[in-house]
C-alpha cells in the first residue's frame, strides 16, 4: 500500500516557524518528486513548492520564496517544508504529494497524496 503521511503542523504565532514532514511508505522516494499543496477555507488548492526526485532543483509560489524551503532525505524516506516568517495568510491544511521524477503545476497529474497536515497561523 502507498502511503504518504504529513506531520508537524499545528498553531503558531505571525513570525513563528513550524516544519512540515512527509513520510512514505510501501514505495521508496528516491525516483519521486515531492510537492507541497495546500488549501485554505473557500479557496483552491494551490502549490507552494515542489522538489524532484535528484533534490537538485526546487520550485516555490511567490508567495512563499525566501520563507520556505523545501528538502528531502532519502535515506529517511522523508520529505520537509521548512517554513519560516509565517504570516496569517499561510494558514492552510497542507498536502504532500509524489510523482515520477519530475515536478508539475498541475495537481490532477499527481498520483499520491497525504491526507493533510492544519497549519494556523495566529496572534
Known amino acids: 500500500q502507498l502511503q504518504l503521511v504529513e506531520s508537524g503542523g499545528g498553531l503558531v504565532q505571525p513570525g513563528g516557524s513550524l516544519r512540515l514532514s512527509c513520510a512514505a511508505s510501501g514505495f521508496t522516494l528516491d525516483d519521486f518528486a515531492i510537492g507541497w499543496f495546500r488549501q485554505a477555507p473557500g479557496k483552491e488548492r494551490e502549490g507552494v513548492s515542489c522538489?524532484?526526485?535528484?533534490?537538485?532543483?526546487?520550485n516555490y509560489v511567490d508567495s512563499v520564496k525566501g520563507r520556505f524551503t523545501t528538502s528531502r532525505d532519502n535515506t529517511k524516506n522523508t520529505v520537509y517544508l521548512q517554513m519560516n516568517s509565517l504570516k496569517p495568510e499561510d494558514t492552510a491544511v497542507y498536502y504532500c504529494?509524489?510523482?515520477?521524477?519530475?515536478?508539475?503545476?498541475?495537481?490532477?497529474?499527481?498520483?499520491?497524496w497525504g491526507q493533510g497536515t492544519q497549519v494556523t497561523v495566529s496572534s
Open positions: 504529494a509524489a510523482r515520477p521524477y519530475y515536478c508539475h503545476s498541475g495537481t490532477r497529474l499527481w498520483e499520491y
Open positions: 522538489i524532484n526526485s535528484s533534490g537538485g532543483s526546487a
